[in-house]
């Protein structure tokens, strides 16, 4: 399996590495001598799935992702007053998604919304209490970003996540072993539409259509004005091109997401 540093899983928040200027390259560089950059294993979902066990076996009439092209669609930061228009969207698709979901403001404020997105058939994961950098925290500041959302999630829905996203996808030894002793695996992503920085629905359906590819993880988020309304075309384009939708852990199954691994295609 491949092995990633920490920093490069932040990469898409950043300037193009091909504009960045030299001054800015060896500032980084130097950054990441001085902090000892750490690395880490990166799993991919067909990783997940060679590594089931023997006898593990997909569920009657699930989706075999070893033989189909299958994609999961995920969505970071909600809930929010978007997203019962977008579950509007998923049922009339016969969609399942995975809503990475922030506890402050979000699940505290819509638990109904939370109920709801579980009730539905959608996997519920985290993607921490407040947003913070867990890599900028110590090992009890990240066990309390991830502890509080997981107690939030499973007192609205009965079930504790099992997955989440660190904010700006970055990961560390130290996130990686706190994630581990809560169960919970780390999922990042392989297409992402930076729709944080437009509201232009038809170019993040374009984004997203142009990153496309099997066993592929699609990251968006439902608290931004023009994300819902390109879900209909994303869904529907891709399904044109032979596209199963699916969850993370069905993107997985037979194996399942090993607490405290990052997954990304």
């Known amino acids: 399996m491949p092995r990633e540093r920490g920093f490069v899983v932040s990469r898409h928040l950043g300037a193009s590495g091909k504009r960045a200027s030299t001054a800015v390259v060896a500032v980084v560089s130097l950054a990441l001598m001085l902090g000892g950059c750490t ?22 009439g699930a989706v075999d992702c070893a033989k189909a092209r299958c994609i ?36 505290d404020k819509y638990p ?16 921490t209490w407040s947003h913070k950098i867990l890599t900028e925290l110590d090992a009890d500041g990240v066990r309390e970003e991830l502890t509080r ?15 989440m ?21 780390q999922i990042m992503w392989s297409a992402t539409a930076k729709d944080y920085a437009t509201t232009d629905s038809a170019l993040i359906e374009k984004r997203i259509l142009d990153q496309a590819d099997r066993d592929g993880i699609i990251l968006l988020h439902d608290i ?38 990052v997954y990304k295609p």
């Open 39 to 60: 690395s880490y294993d990166r799993y991919t979902p067909e990783d997940a799935r060679k590594d089931a066990k023997k006898e593990a076996a997909l569920a009657p």
């Open 72 to 107: 999961a669609l995920t969505f970071d930061a909600g809930p929010s007053e978007h997203t019962p228009q977008l579950l509007d969207i998923l049922k009339k698709e016969k969609v399942h998604a995975t809503f990475f979901l922030l506890g402050r403001n979000h699940v």
């Open 112 to 127: 109904e919304l939370v109920r709801r997105i579980a009730d539905e058939g959608h996997e519920v994961a985290s993607h």
């Open 149 to 163: 959302t997981q107690e939030a999630v499973e007192k609205i829905t009965g079930r504790r996540p099992t997955l």
């Open 165 to 185: 996203r660190p904010p700006q996808g970055r990961t560390d030894d130290q996130v990686s072993e706190v994630s581990r002793e809560l169960g919970l695996a």
């Open 224 to 261: 931004y004005d023009g994300t819902v309304p390109a879900v209909p075309g994303i869904i529907g384009k891709l399904k044109e091109r032979g596209y199963t939708f699916v969850t993370v852990p069905e993107l997985l199954a037979p194996g399942t997401a090993g607490p405290g691994k």
